[in-house]
């Protein structure tokens, strides 16, 4: 059954067609293209990010969560929403190793990962070769920051309310569900600095209300 439209929104599809949806508005173009889905700690990027993959033919998936610095300069200033938003990614390394061979195209050795959170140390996978037509999908908080700029051809912006958020990190990875916790209050408060500097709802090309998982909303630029 086809979605609705009202007011330039698609209305509550099922996540198949959602991702039909999302699929369908991925530019093609001389070179391989590049799909960040943006969005908060447990907004559900790395689900739909998958999902879109796993639609798309010739895709290739990375997030920025194997492109943090190390731990030691992570929390050299300690650990709040600051550091997180601050010091937590080596956004040259994403530009260096995956972003900027992709957008130079077919043929340019390219790296997936370059750091791994859970052993906190460097990777050294071989490099792989950007295909001719392919679609590079990657995830991450931040994806929209100033020194990523340009490098997407697609921006998704995955929309959750922050006590929603909170609830999903609570069940997701053990913290407690008090959005006063230090766990959860860094998270809650590296955001606020994203949206206030980058304002990564209003410059996305799609907009996905993934409050609902069952039922996300799809608005289109």
């Known amino acids: 059954m086809a979605a ?63 492109f943090h610095h190390p731990r030691a300069h992570r929390h050299a200033l300690g650990r709040t929403g600051r550091t997180v938003w601050e010091r937590g990614f080596d956004y040259a390394a994403v530009r260096r ?25 460097y990777v050294d996978d071989p490099t792989e070769v950007v295909p001719e037509s392919g679609v590079l999908i990657v995830d991450g908080v931040f994806a929209q920051r100033p020194e990523l700029a340009g490098s997407w051809d697609l921006v998704v912006y995955v929309d959750v309310p922050d006590d929603v958020r909170v609830c999903r990190l609570a069940a997701r990875d053990g913290l407690s569900p008090d959005p006063e916790d230090p766990e959860q209050r860094r998270y809650l408060d590296a955001q606020r600095l994203n949206r206030d500097v980058c304002r990564p709802r209003e410059s996305a090309d799609i907009v996905v209300d993934n409050t609902d998982l069952e039922c996300p909303i799809l608005t289109l630029a």
């Open 97 to 121: 190793e995956l972003l900027d061979p992709w957008r130079r195209g077919p043929g340019s050795a390219y790296r997936r990962r370059w750091h791994d959170l859970t052993t906190d140390a």
């Open 4 to 66: 609705s439209r009202r007011r330039g929104r698609v209305v509550g599809p099922a996540r198949g067609a959602l991702v039909e949806l999302l699929a369908a508005r991925i530019p093609r173009t001389v070179r391989p293209s590049l799909v960040a889905l943006d969005g908060g700690d447990g907004a559900g990027k790395t689900v739909l990010a998958d999902e879109l993959a796993a639609s798309v033919h010739g895709s290739v998936r990375a997030s920025l969560d194997d």
